[in-house]
């Protein structure tokens, strides 16, 4: 716990060797204690004193969610575990099957610590009372954790939870009455929440930092959310699994990734990408005992930046945390395209909206909802469905929709990308 507050002002070299401590520990644990690792290692033809470093881990098999979500439970848990005393999160996941992922109360709070020092490096203060947007008693939600958080007992970083499955007018209410200092919650909700603040009638005060996370923060978002509330706005990149994977510099925009926390690895066409590069982002969590996560892909699709920050901090970096691999669209020729890559960079650069979702209708048929903050500047539409045609194809349809409203998926998330073939037209 103590280097975990020194590892920010540490050189590169200490904290790359207090990570590869971890990770040999790991190894040598789930190849002991956990059956489902074991027998990969032993299938790779790996010993665990094979893995001394980062670098040696590409010698072990990737792990997919799907398999961790499929194995039984005593195959996954180290052994001597009680099942009973464990933290235990759902998550739905990109593919709507749920998930499990199981943690001792110790090994919760100790990764809870990362995300308090990210937040504590961006600015948020003990006393600082912070707004939670977001939904629980939803299968997207932790249940079983029955005790309050390190911080509630200890009396700091008072907070409430503000429900993002209500109508956006009471949430926006809520929050004026409440009246945060910090402000946290999914990219596209406060987003909407933004566009109202400024509307809403009377003086109030604004929260004075906002993260956003669990969810792609587009640069219209963070633009709408920024202006609806004066206030500066950080993401911060976690997951069920790991919780803190990396947060944004404050200085650079580059994510920094939590390295004392998890290895990030970014893999494309299955080799290590190189600085620059897209790819798909595998980690190792380097804390979780009890059911651990080695080589787990995410799914998610982020570029690979510089060893360290330029701000000087001795992390790694990513940037563009894309989102998930689901928000590739297979177009009708058979290729297959982040949707990122379909709509051009110049959309947004277009001031006109604040969000967007893309939906294929069918194998050749797109519609790009929009919500306009103002009417599009003559020609601009033109321009997106040309550049998208030449992209896709002349045989694709697009269309570009401007609508009032976007509605949120489950759980109150918003989807940049969906399909609806195969789905009868259901969301
Ligand atoms: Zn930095």
Not at 177 to 187: E, T
């Amino acid at each position: 716990m103590a280097c975990l507050w020194e590892h920010p002002w540490t050189s590169r070299r200490r904290l790359i060797r207090f990570r590869d401590r971890k990770l040999r520990f790991l190894i040598h644990h789930a190849y002991a204690n956990v059956p489902f690792y074991r027998r990969r290692f032993e299938a790779a033809g790996v010993r665990p004193e094979d893995i001394r470093s980062a670098a040696d881990l590409a010698r072990l098999p990737l792990t997919a969610k799907q398999e961790v979500r499929t194995a039984a439970a005593q195959e996954i848990l180290a052994r001597g575990i009680d099942e009973k005393r464990l933290v235990l999160h759902y998550t739905t996941g990109s593919t709507g099957e749920p998930a499990r992922v199981r943690r001792t109360k110790v090994e919760e709070h100790l990764l809870q610590m990362f995300r308090v020092r990210a937040l504590g490096m961006l600015g948020r203060r003990v006393r600082d009372r912070s707004a939670k947007v977001r939904s629980s008693g939803v299968p997207t939600d932790r249940r079983s954790w029955d005790g309050r958080s390190l911080q509630d007992r200890l009396g700091i970083f008072p907070w409430r939870e503000v429900s993002c499955l209500q109508p956006i007018e009471a949430m926006a209410r809520e929050l004026a009455q409440y009246a945060p200092d910090v402000l946290s919650g999914y990219a596209g909700v406060l987003t909407e929440v933004a566009a109202l603040w400024g509307r809403m009638p009377g003086e109030r005060p604004g929260p004075r930092l906002v993260f956003t996370g669990g969810e792609v923060l587009t640069p219209a978002m963070r633009a709408a959310i920024r202006d609806g509330f004066r206030a500066p706005v950080f993401d911060i990149y976690g997951s069920h699994e790991f919780n803190l994977l990396a947060w944004e510099c404050a200085e650079t925009g580059a994510y920094h990734v939590c390295d004392d926390n998890v290895i990030v690895e970014v893999i494309k066409d299955g080799r290590p990408a190189a600085p620059g590069e897209s790819g798909e982002l595998v980690a190792t969590g380097l804390h979780s005992y009890a059911a651990p996560f080695i080589r787990y892909s995410l799914g998610d699709i982020v570029t690979l930046e510089a060893e360290t920050c330029r701000c000087g901090l001795p992390f790694q970096t990513i940037r563009e945390v894309r989102g998930r691999t689901m928000d590739y669209c297979v177009l009708p020729d058979g290729r297959k395209m982040h949707h990122w890559e379909l709509i051009p960079m110049s959309f947004w650069d277009m001031p006109w909206h604040r969000r967007y979702q893309l939906v294929q209708q069918a194998t050749d048929c797109f519609v790009l909802f929009v919500i306009p903050t103002q009417p599009p500047p003559e020609g601009d539409l033109e321009r997106l469905q040309a550049a998208v045609m030449e992209k896709a194809g002349q045989n694709v349809n697009f269309q570009v929709e401007c609508v009032s409203e976007i509605l949120f998926g489950e759980g109150g998330k918003h989807r940049l990308c969906r399909s609806e073939i195969g789905r009868g037209g259901g969301a």
